[in-house]
Structures are given as structure tokens and as C-alpha cells.
Nanobody, 121 residues
């Protein structure tokens, strides 16, 4: 079993920054690859970032490329999402996710409860 606990969300003005933190615990091989998703009201959930176990390679959608950075501390079983130049359209509930596959692209099997990010104009 895996527990994922997010923190770091909050309210910020456009152009500001936030750093989300996800602490993982439990069966370690089930969070080899970790990522962040977000879901805004009335919209589908979308993947924001992924970091693989194999070589630390990362994935970002075009909407956040260059503004968001995912990183990982294996010793602490923690993954971070640094979000810069935030825009009002980044407002959403952000979820941490994990999967046992070593590379990005696999369907996630475990999810956190989410942390709210609100960006005002």
C-alpha cells in the first residue's frame, strides 16, 4: 500500500510561485515513477509533470513547459513541483500520483488527496 500526502498549495497572485511537496510512504516499489496532475472545476484531470525512476527523465505538457519543474529526493521519498510564473488558468486541485513502472507513460495506481492552488489576476 502507498500513501501520498501533498502540501504546499495556497493562494498567490499571477506571476507568483509555489512549491508543492508530495511525501510518499508504504511499499516503495509502487512509487518508482511519480507525477503531478491537476483538475480544475468542470475540466478533465490533466497530467502536469512526471519524473521517472530509470534516469530521472521528466515530462511536461506544453501548457507548463518552462514554468513548472518536477524534482525528486529518493532518500526522503519526496517529489516536488516548483511552479513559477503562475497564471489564473493554473488554478486547480493538484494531485500527486505514483506507479510501480520505472518510466513515465504508465497508468498511475496511487493518488494523494490533493492540494488546492488558486492564482488570482
Amino acid at each position: 500500500q502507498v500513501q501520498l500526502v501533498e502540501s504546499g498549495g495556497g493562494s498567490v497572485q499571477a506571476g507568483g510561485s509555489l512549491r508543492l511537496v508530495c511525501a510518499a510512504s508504504g511499499t516503495t516499489h509502487r512509487f518508482n515513477t511519480m507525477g503531478w496532475y491537476r483538475q480544475a472545476p468542470g475540466k478533465e484531470r490533466e497530467e502536469m509533470a512526471c519524473i521517472s525512476q530509470t534516469d530521472g527523465s521528466t515530462y511536461y505538457p506544453d501548457s507548463v513547459e518552462g514554468r513548472f519543474t518536477i524534482s525528486r529526493d529518493f532518500a526522503k521519498n519526496t517529489v516536488y513541483l516548483q511552479m513559477n510564473s503562475l497564471k489564473p488558468e493554473d488554478t486547480a486541485l493538484y494531485y500527486c500520483a505514483a506507479v510501480g513502472d520505472p518510466d513515465c507513460g504508465a497508468e498511475y495506481t496511487d493518488w494523494g488527496q490533493g492540494t488546492q492552488v488558486t492564482v488570482s489576476s
